[in-house]
């Protein structure tokens, strides 16, 4: 049975009514730009937030730098290949120490003094020393570094010094769904270089919910579903699988396959020549872990939301897509692939071609996502019409894939957190009944 918990609303933004089975959201969420700072400062400013992946930084020396919630960091892992995170700013005069998106230092130098950092984050040069007193120790001038941790190979970062969870206890049961993505190699998993950064004019929260939205696939959709039948696949029905709510915000859809998949699902989509590698491939899943779960890591796709700004499509691809607010009528995308590091040659170009076909910003879907939900942000420009419904399947007991169960997670934690609650007695509860996560999916 699905347990939806209900906590007192006296803030209208989010109107949950379990005894009516009705579910609200107030428009102004996607509009306002008061409540756009404030998520900054109560969501942004004390959530885990996904930075990279650690396969980014595969050997000493290698770094990544991008913005999270707002704030330019470094990923970078240090000649002693241990993985920081630091404030991609000099702690002399606020410059950027790290202009390139990617690649290789053993240092860092700020191009406003020439200060020069370790790829540790230890300030190791300053010019004409003699110009500060004998007070002055480098020691108290390294780079700033944020409090991270990863979690199968996913490196979050929180800007909050008194965030009272792990990583793995924020996670929640979310972690169940990340296993079952690392699970599928056992030398580990790699993001394909290059990143695709793009975005939308449209409030962040909207991509959050369409990418838990399976519900809209056949109407959105409808020129790739017509691509997948003229290569011989079956298109998703609008019944079938089922949604979870994970705990603090997190949420999955997941349902069974109808295009191919690279790990280890075959239809005639992937050619004949392809079907021996990746039949054997579920073979070897099955020895491995067993019927049951080989179906489910091979034979499965999912759509996993972490909270608040992580989505993860586990599909005909793979895509770890970061979706951060500009505002409250845009948003920065980052989208990269994930496959595993032994894949086949010829199994990874597949992969490839079928990212930039399906989730790519050029593919089939992803530019009728853009589209439908900037359609959405520019119809609430029409104040008329307060609120958007998002009570589909509250009358269930066991949440379908098309139910909206993954949203409603989403944004009841969002609720909290901008009411100042972090949700820790709702995971109590949770894990206290039926568990963390467990909400209308067999175990």
């Known amino acids: 049975m699905t347990i939806e918990l209900q906590r007192p609303v006296d803030d209208p933004i989010v109107l949950d009514d379990l005894e009516r089975l009705s579910f609200r959201v107030d428009r102004r969420a996607y509009t306002d730009e008061d409540l756009a700072a404030q998520e900054m400062t109560r969501i942004f400013d004390r959530c885990w937030l996904y930075v990279g992946h650690e396969s980014e930084v595969p050997g000493p020396g290698s770094y ?30 606020g410059a950027l120490i790290c202009s390139q998106p990617a690649g290789q230092a053993r240092s860092f130098r700020c191009p406003y003094h020439d200060w020069t950092f370790s790829n540790q984050g230890d300030l190791v040069g ?52 990340l296993d079952l993505i690392d699970d599928q190699s056992e030398v580990g998993m790699e993001v394909i270089q290059g990143a695709q950064l793009h975005g939308a004019r449209a409030n962040w929260k909207l991509m959050m919910e369409n990418s838990v939205d399976i519900y809209h696939f056949r109407a959105l959709h409808k020129r790739y579903v017509s691509y997948m039948e003229s290569l011989g696949s079956v298109p998703p029905r609008r019944r079938g699988g089922f949604g979870r709510a994970l705990g603090l915000g997190h949420g999955a859809n997941e349902l069974p396959p109808a295009a191919a998949r690279p790990l280890a699902y075959w239809t005639p989509m ?8 990746i039949e054997a491939t579920a073979a070897r899943f099955v020895d491995r872990f067993g019927a049951e779960r080989a179906e489910r890591i091979t034979g499965t796709n999912r759509a996993l939301l972490i909270f608040p700004n992580l989505m993860i499509i586990d599909a005909i691809a793979i895509t770890i897509r970061k979706i951060d607010p500009v505002g409250a009528g845009q948003m ?9 590091k032994d894949e086949d040659p010829g199994i990874r170009e597949l992969r490839k071609s079928h990212y930039l076909t399906f989730l790519g910003p050029a593919g089939f879907a992803t530019p009728d996502d853009i589209e439908i939900i900037e359609s959405c942000q520019r119809g609430y420009l029409n104040r008329t019409v307060r609120y958007s419904d998002l009570s589909r399947g509250m009358n269930k007991e066991v949440p379908e894939t098309t139910d909206e169960l993954p949203a409603r997670e989403f944004w009841r934690q969002w609720d909290r957190l901008m009411h100042g609650d972090d949700g820790h007695l709702d995971l109590a509860h949770r894990a206290g009944t039926h568990g963390a996560g467990t909400h209308g999916a067999p175990r």
Do not use: M, W
């Not at 004409?128 to 108290?140: E, L, N, Q, S, V």
């Not at 992937?270 to 590698?277: L, S, V, W």
């Open 64 to 93: 990544v730098a991008r913005d999270v919630g707002g704030r330019p960091v470094v990923l970078a892992r240090g000649s002693d290949g241990v993985i920081r995170v630091f404030a991609n700013s000099c702690p002399h005069r």
């Open 126 to 177: 300053v010019p004409i020393p003699d110009g500060y007193g004998p007070g002055f120790r480098k020691a108290d001038f390294g780079l700033a570094r944020h409090r991270s941790d990863s979690y199968r190979g996913f490196v979050f970062v929180t800007f909050d010094p008194e965030q009272p969870r792990t990583l793995t206890e924020y996670l929640a049961g979310a972690t169940e769904y």
């Open 270 to 277: 992937f050619g004949d020549e392809f079907r021996p590698c």
């Open 332 to 340: 920065a995308i980052t989208s990269v692939a994930l496959a595993p």
